[in-house]
């Protein structure tokens, strides 16, 4: 059974940074893309940001909301992907959730909370 483990959610004031982690069970080249999705209290969970982890290209994709500000990046070694959030806004607050994605199925995380408060 794949096992994503996140970790790096917090709280922070807005205008700062923090930076995702999604460490997994399994190789991140087994799946086709890695993603980070984010749900707030009453809404739908969003797409925030994606990236190509089956072949070595890296191909990435950002939600126009989080685009300029946040940056996905995979390292293949540590079978990890990271989102590096700067610029925070109390907009950006939810629960932050790894998926990993492949033809057959898809795989979550148990979700990390980031806050951006003063």
């Known amino acids: 059974q794949v096992q994503l483990v996140e970790s790096g959610g917090g709280l922070v004031q807005p205008g700062g940074s923090l930076r995702l982690s999604c460490a997994a069970s399994?190789?991140?080249?087994?799946?086709?893309?890695m993603g980070w999705y984010r749900q707030a209290p009453g809404k739908q969970r969003e797409l925030v940001a994606r990236?190509?982890?089956?072949?070595?290209?890296?191909?990435?994709y950002y939600a126009d909301s989080v685009k300029g500000r946040f940056t996905i990046a995979k390292n293949t070694d540590k079978n990890t992907v990271y989102l590096q959030m700067n610029s925070l806004k109390p907009e950006d607050t939810a629960v932050y959730y790894c998926?990993?994605?492949?033809?057959?199925?898809?795989?979550w995380g148990q979700g990390t909370q980031v806050t951006v408060s003063s």
């Open positions: 399994e190789s991140i080249f087994s799946f086709v893309t």
């Open positions: 998926k990993a994605h492949r033809l057959t199925r898809d795989y």
């Open positions: 990236i190509t982890s089956g072949t070595s290209d890296g191909s990435t």
